[in-house]
């Protein structure tokens, strides 16, 4: 079967660094998907990784290996508006989308 | 630019009732899709739709119906709905892939349906 795995909490404090990390295993893979989703409200696009190597977006950075089967979201100089789930997802050989359950970051002052 | 609607934002509906989830979007994409999103699971995929007049069944279609009769609208019918229907229900859409596009998925804010 097709299987996304994160960790279902994570903590950290205000300012530090986080990684988030993401491993699948799936029937082909056509890319790699990170969302935010802040509690009650819609996930939001923050990245997309097809190839291997690290994607950086300011404060976001996200990284794959696909001989691995691993990804990671690295969060910099943490604000606590970064509290929010974090939800990875991979699109299969079939084209279609595998969500994890998310990863639910709290951030401390 | 107003991306994608969903109505109601919240509903109390009774076991056995029918109900239409609405959405709608403004960006022309050709692929939309129906979620639901339960506490500890992650997001499931009811039905999606590649193109207006085509639909497709995800990974839990049973007691949901949906029809897509032109690129804006996709509504998701409940026609007897069920207490194990409760859920936070997301409609999301994207410029699909075999069309040229980058295939993210854009989302709604989402239903929140409690049925009793």
């Known amino acids: 079967g097709q299987n996304i795995d994160q960790p279902t909490e994570m903590t950290a404090t205000e300012g530090a660094i986080v990684q988030i990390n993401c491993t699948y295993q799936?029937?082909?893979?056509?890319?790699l998907f990170w969302y935010q989703q802040h509690a009650g409200e819609a996930p939001t696009f923050l990245s997309y990784n097809v190839l291997d190597g690290l994607e950086e977006k300011g404060r976001f950075s996200s990284f794959l290996s696909r001989s691995k089967g691993y990804s990671y979201l690295l969060l910099k100089e943490l604000q606590m508006k970064d509290s929010a789930s974090y939800l990875c997802?991979?699109?299969?050989?079939?084209?279609?989308?595998?969500w994890g359950a998310g990863t639910k970051l709290i951030i401390k002052p | 630019t107003a991306g994608i609607t969903q109505a109601p934002t919240s509903q109390i509906l009774a076991a056995g009732r029918s109900m239409t989830l609405r959405c709608t979007q403004d960006?022309?994409?050709?692929?939309m899709y129906w979620y639901r999103q339960d506490l500890g699971l992650g997001l499931r995929l009811i039905h999606y739709?590649?193109?207006?007049?085509?639909?497709g069944k995800g990974e839990v279609p049973d007691g949901y119906s949906v029809s897509r009769a032109n690129t804006d609208d996709f509504p998701l019918t409940l026609a007897s709905a069920v207490p194990s229907q409760t859920s936070v229900y997301f409609c999301a859409s994207s410029d699909s892939i075999t069309s040229g596009g980058s295939d993210t998925q854009y989302f709604g804010p989402g239903t929140r349906l409690t049925v009793l």
């Open positions: 960006m022309r994409h050709n692929a």
């Open positions: 997802a991979v699109r299969d050989g079939n084209y279609q989308l595998i």
């Open positions: 739709s590649n193109t207006a007049g085509t639909t």
């Open positions: 799936t029937s082909g893979f056509n890319g």
